[in-house]
């Protein structure tokens, strides 16, 4: 049996092709994911992501557990209303989540993938110590609101936090009411992200699509994402990899050096030893579809893989990301494609930056 | 439940042919293969003037979700290919019997329609795989 968000008649009564995703009934689209897709990147589109996992920590010792169970180090967040990304790693270095980690007044957020929920609360229940409390938060939805006209067609949605909301900076966030609303998202695009009660998001999706925001599910939402050069969990990465491994250097906080969060002693090892693989972007030079699982080789020799790949509807091209061996420092490279090899070049992330073609 | 033209002829693969006054097959694929790839986002057809036996790969459908082979449904010559896919491929979506057509043949032997399905049993090959 799949479970349901509390959007679920609304993709009904938007004619959305319906999948399981991770046991959740989720919309794959509504039509046509790449008229989702564009319409992502030129107008307003809306995702439900209502599947994802929110806990709360609260208790005096939060802040200082979060700072030794994430790579990336809360304390950067120096007042209440930010957020910031991180892996959440083992004792080996391997990534056991991403999340994002909102600072709140005297409390903390997390948001988790859904399809890790129960071994991610299993590891924090584990490496639970002090007066830390954690508190899942099923009864909440969670509505991403992306695109260049997406603040403006959700102003009258927003009322009074518009002009709040307006003034955040990426990865800032309001409470306005029993509304969270954060400038975050998964697709490359101004936008936000609302936190709300389940029993509100109906309300919330039909007024925005009242004012011009069109639902958009999750096929959009995967090619968005891979134009944004931004990893999907359990492709791009697992707990297989290190951050180090999987483009993700950036959000682990090696200083201050006394900081002794989870696997800083493998990566600290891993960097010393040097990182064999790296994630790297990828575009297909001839026509037709990457896809993940795709072999990549240079020189007659098998360097590694694609951990995702797709049509990319704004280039018009097919791209992905690869986990290859760090020694190759080739621009151009060859991806077998069922039986032919033919050629991709490598690319800087992202593919695409705010609706242009990098 | 997806449209299944009666004057059509398919394969179990999801082609179907249509016979057409001049005696040439045009050829495509049905409106429940287009559905269930989703967007198509890349073709690669035919060579025009190859011999092709019936149930031999005769092109490619990229969709966002997946490739796919294409067989030919009848054997015949190939003389005529959608060119406009190319440009265009999700026209395959939006007109899967009409202007997403994928190419016409000069059939071998015109009896070999009569071994596809027709529409009613298609339309349980279809049915069997949505479930």
């Known amino acids: ?58 208790g005096s010792d939060a802040g200082d557990w979060l700072r030794r169970l994430l790579a990336n180090d809360v304390a950067k967040l120096e007042a209440s209303g930010r957020a910031l990304y991180s892996a959440m790693l083992n004792e080996d270095g391997g990534i056991l989540d991403d999340l994002i980690a909102y600072r709140r007044d005297g409390s903390w957020r997390l948001v988790v993938n859904s399809a890790t929920r129960e071994a991610d609360l299993a590891w924090m229940a584990a490496q639970r110590r002090g007066d830390v409390v954690l508190t899942e938060r099923p009864d909440l939805a969670m509505i991403a609101v992306q695109g260049p006209h997406a603040l403006a067609r959700a102003g009258k949605w927003l009322g009074d936090a518009a002009a709040a909301v307006q003034g955040l900076k990426p990865f800032g966030f309001v409470e306005a009411g029993d509304r969270f609303i954060a400038r975050t998202g998964y697709t490359g695009e ?83 030893q040097g990182v064999p ?30 951990t995702s790949g797709a049509f990319s509807p704004t280039l018009g091209a097919g791209i992905g990301f690869a986990r290859i061996a760090a020694d190759v420092d080739a621009e151009q490279l060859q991806v077998d494609m069922r039986g032919k090899a033919l050629p991709v ?4 992330l992202p593919f695409v930056r705010r609706g242009e073609g990098a | 439940m997806s449209n299944i033209p009666a004057e059509l002829r398919y394969a179990a693969t999801h082609e179907w042919a249509r016979l057409e006054e001049d005696g040439t097959v045009t050829v495509g694929i ?57 440009e265009a491929p999700e026209t395959i979506n939006e007109d899967p019997y009409g202007s997403g057509w994928f190419f016409k043949l000069r059939p071998l032997d015109k009896a070999e329609l009569d071994e596809l399905l027709d529409a009613e049993g298609y339309g349980e090959v279809a049915e069997s795989e949505s479930h």
Do not use: C
């Open chain 1, 1 to 58: 049996m799949t479970e349901r968000t509390p959007l679920y008649a609304e993709h009904l009564a938007a004619g959305a092709k319906m999948v399981d995703f991770h046991g959740w009934d989720m919309p794959l689209h509504y039509g046509s994911q790449v008229e989702e897709h564009h319409v992502v990147r030129k107008a307003a589109g809306m995702f439900d992501v209502s599947h994802m996992t929110v806990v709360d920590v609260d």
């Open chain 1, 190 to 272: 101004d936008g936000f992200e609302v936190i709300l009660p389940g029993d509100e998001a109906a309300a919330a999706w039909q007024t925005l699509l009242a004012a011009g925001v069109a639902p958009a599910g999750l096929g959009a939402r995967d090619t968005l994402r891979l134009e944004a050069g931004l990893n999907l969990y359990g492709q791009d990465m697992d707990e297989t990899a290190t951050p180090l491994e999987s483009n993700l250097a950036w959000t682990v906080a090696f200083k201050p050096p006394e900081r002794d969060f989870i696997g800083r002693a493998a990566l600290t090892r891993q960097r010393e």
């Open chain 1, 277 to 306: 693989r790296r994630l790297v972007g990828v575009k297909l030079e001839a026509r037709g579809v990457l896809r993940r699982g795709q072999q990549l080789s240079y020189d007659g020799r098998v360097i590694g893989e694609l």
């Open chain 1, 345 to 348: 070049a490598r690319v800087k």
């Open chain 2, 30 to 86: 049905t409106d429940h293969a287009q559905d269930a790839l989703g967007d198509v986002v890349f073709v690669e057809l035919p060579e025009l003037g190859i011999d092709i036996q019936a149930g031999s790969e005769a092109g490619v459908v990229e969709s966002v979700k997946a490739a796919s082979d294409i067989y030919a449904p009848v054997s015949g010559t190939v003389i005529a290919i959608n060119e406009a896919l190319e």
